[in-house]
């Protein structure tokens, strides 16, 4: 909890809302589990696959670490990467009332004193923004998720820059703009911009850095292949974003002009928009980084903040043991953040996770890393946000029905555009 931060900051909360739409929710418990250190399984040591010159060729081109890759075979083949050790070691504890806080109402005088904080930054050009577009919409048909239509014909990404151009321009200032691509994705992302003229915005304002990739694994740490015989590649988690932001040259850019902040969201999470209030919230915390949480519903998936190790902090669902009781929180992580920028220019020892993916009907291992994680390093402030209505800031399109069933509640959010 950040004890520094304004007490008026976090007074006349709105209603809270329902955990679903029916109205239930659950009681919040203070309970804490602890789980086992749980010992490695050596099993026999692996010949590493070797990785042919042309696989090399392509993958060094987005970063891949083949000394980084080869621990890996290594530990998944002798057991000390499993799903087994993903899960936490130690005390979980749900964090108090008073460590998630709420912004104060939308028609109070002090929500207009944070929308004004926020909007000086803006308008200083001390905010930049940075869109995680790395992932396929493999349920929309296997092509790029930023250029799918969302609300006519305008797509992902286009709702994304238009909200950061709207927003400066009503505070008279810029918001510069960087999209996290990856392997996938960064061709027909450059592709989509240039066809749509950068959306009158200019080239200089939206910037593309690609994250880094992996390769996949069997079971015994070989290198996967499908089955014409080509490796299966794949972005290593949204928690490559501060290493990859870094390597591009972009955020040392953004300081050296002048930049503080760093809002953060994923490209198909239509509810994370810009909102001036939620920055200056940050900015009176005086925490390195703001965490948007959202009340959680029945089914929902996904990390919370939990205290570990003396800290509150997230931790996501897959390092949760089997029998781990979730509902002792009753919100969860919407990975949409704002960052100090001078706090991402560092170097964050997160850790490596084990994940089972599906290939061509096979079972391949890829291991990934969680931005989340970064709270676990970083001073953090925890915000809770609504996921309903035209304030939403927690509404995922994941799949064709999703996006059916949300046009009406899209278009309202995005009224001032359209």
Not at 366 to 381: D, P
């Amino acid at each position: 909890m950040c004890k520094d931060a304004r007490s008026s900051a976090f007074a006349q909360p709105d209603p809270p809302e329902p955990l679903d739409r029916s109205g239930s929710r659950p009681t919040k418990r203070l309970l804490t589990q602890e789980f086992p250190v749980l010992p490695s399984q050596p099993q026999s040591s692996p010949t590493v696959t070797q990785l042919t010159d042309e696989d090399l060729q392509f993958l060094t081109r987005f970063g891949f670490d083949t000394e980084l890759f080869e621990s890996w075979q290594r530990g998944v083949a002798d057991g000390s990467m499993s799903t087994a050790h993903n899960v936490i070691q130690g005390k979980l504890c749900a964090p108090a009332e008073d460590q998630v806080h709420d912004l104060p109402s939308s028609s109070s005088e002090e929500r207009q004193r944070l929308h004004e904080i926020g909007a000086e930054a803006i308008r200083n050009g001390e905010l930049a923004v940075v869109v995680l577009n790395g992932g396929m919409a493999t349920r929309f048909g296997g092509v790029v998720k930023g250029v799918v239509p969302v609300v006519g014909n305008r797509s992902f990404l286009e709702l994304k820059i238009k909200d950061c151009a709207q927003t400066a321009k009503q505070c008279g200032g810029r918001v510069p703009i960087f999209l996290m691509n990856s392997f996938a994705t960064d061709e027909a992302t450059r592709e989509h911009l240039q066809q749509n003229d950068y959306y009158g915005l200019g080239r200089d304002a939206i910037q593309c850095f690609t994250q880094f990739i992996s390769v996949r694994m069997t079971t015994t740490g070989e290198v996967f292949r499908t089955e014409d015989g080509k490796i299966s590649p794949h972005g290593p988690g949204h928690g490559d974003f501060a290493p990859a932001l870094r390597t591009s040259g972009f955020l040392q850019k953004f300081l050296e002009q002048g930049g503080k902040y760093v809002f953060l969201a994923n490209v198909d999470n239509v509810g994370a928009r810009i909102d001036p209030a939620i920055l200056g919230h940050h900015i009176e915390s005086r925490c390195e980084t703001t965490c948007e949480v959202a009340p959680k519903w029945p089914g929902d998936v996904g990390g919370s903040p939990y205290l570990y190790e003396g800290k509150l902090q997230l931790v996501e669902q897959i390092r949760y043991p089997d029998d781990f009781d979730a509902d002792i929180v009753d919100v969860f992580n919407t990975n949409t953040f704002t960052f100090d920028a001078a706090a991402l220019d560092r170097d964050f020892d997160l850790g490596w996770y084990f994940v089972e993916k599906k290939v061509e009907g096979e079972k391949a291992i890829q291991i990934e890393r969680l931005v989340g994680e970064m709270t676990r390093f970083l001073k953090s402030n925890f915000l809770r946000v609504k996921r309903t209505g035209k304030d939403s800031r927690f509404y995922p399109v994941k799949t064709p029905d999703d996006l059916e069933a949300g046009r009406e509640e899209i278009s309202a959010m995005y009224s001032g555009q359209l």
